[in-house]
């Protein structure tokens, strides 16, 4: 990955999290990202971040090998933003597709029913990408490896407003309120919001670790998870069928790649280890806090 990339990804994510927050997304116009030291402190969980390194280039080419080094958001005055990391420590299940459409369907039983996907748009779909799967490359020939997913669950509608208020009124709507009418799904019931791929790549592609950057020439994104995963090797790029009249919609994949983007860089350590019990444990063997020095 690029510095700019980086940028970029930073960007996408605290965009994706003031809508949620109802915060003023132009903050991140002056942060910065430098190389940090990561050091614990003798308190559970708890470590401080020390910026070390430049300024680095929001344009730049270089390339950020992972965990080779670690890198933090920095103020104008060189100060580590903390706001930007509290903002990401959501609570994780809230934050992926598979969770979110979880959660829409305990609310609303009816959402089960109005948003599964027809038969005519899974031929229409398979017949559009010639029964390959768009991530790999490979022909489909045995029933059994094909899938055909939504990018955008039609139970998230909450997903395509552009601003709080509306993503909130609709999550209320859907989730709170019941909505059980069809035809307000309907405008992510269509082909350009389905895509055919590998059975095994279904889970991850439901919890966006797997998506496609349509402003990095359809690059495929792999996050969380090795590029080789159950045998199957990942295409570089998404071949897009522009002659269709059915073609992926960029809208769509955008916000699947937004939510994928949020959902690798948000949470920290607390998401992993609860802090009351890591505490217990720690009371459990007679180790006093203080004395703890990694």
């Not at 990202?33 to 470590?47: A, F, N």
């Not at 299940?93 to 038969?119: C, G, I, P, Q, Y």
């Not at 405008?187 to 990095?216: F, P, W």
Request: aromatic share 8%; with cysteine; hydrophobic share 35%.
């Amino acid at each position: 990955m690029s510095i700019r990339h980086l940028y970029r990804y930073f960007n996408i994510a605290w965009r994706e999290t003031c809508l949620s927050t109802y915060q003023e997304p132009n903050l991140f116009k002056e942060v910065s990202i430098r190389q940090v030291r990561v050091e614990p402190t003798k308190q559970v969980l708890d470590y401080n971040v020390t910026p070390i390194g430049p300024v680095l280039a929001s344009e730049s080419e270089e390339l950020v090998t992972s965990g080779t080094r670690d890198f933090g958001l920095c103020k104008p005055d060189g100060s580590i933003l903390d706001v930007y990391m509290r903002s990401q420590e959501l609570e994780r299940h809230t934050r992926n597709f598979d969770s979110l459409r979880a959660h829409f369907f305990r609310k609303n039983r009816f959402l089960e029913t109005v948003t599964t996907m027809s038969v005519e748009v899974r031929e229409a779909v398979l017949r559009r990408d010639h029964n390959t799967c768009c991530i790999t490359g490979l022909l489909l020939t045995e029933a059994e490896t094909v899938a055909v997913e939504w990018v955008i669950p039609p139970a998230l509608l909450s997903e395509l407003e552009t601003d709080s208020e509306g993503r909130h009124g609709v999550w209320r709507e859907v989730a709170d309120d019941g909505l059980r009418d069809p035809a307000r799904f309907e405008c992510l019931k269509v082909v350009g919001n389905a895509i055919t791929m590998h059975r095994d790549l279904v889970e991850m592609y439901r919890r966006n670790q797997l998506s496609i950057d349509v402003d990095d020439k359809y690059r495929i994104i792999c996050l969380g998870v090795p590029k080789d995963f159950k045998g199957l090797k990942l295409q570089e790029s998404l071949t897009i069928n522009d002659h269709s009249n059915d073609r992926l919609d960029d809208r769509y994949l955008r916000r699947h790649f937004s939510r994928c983007i949020q959902y690798m860089i948000g949470g920290g350590i607390h998401d992993d280890y609860k802090y009351h019990s890591v505490k217990s444990l720690i009371s459990d063997f007679g180790i006093l806090e203080a004395s703890i020095s990694t």
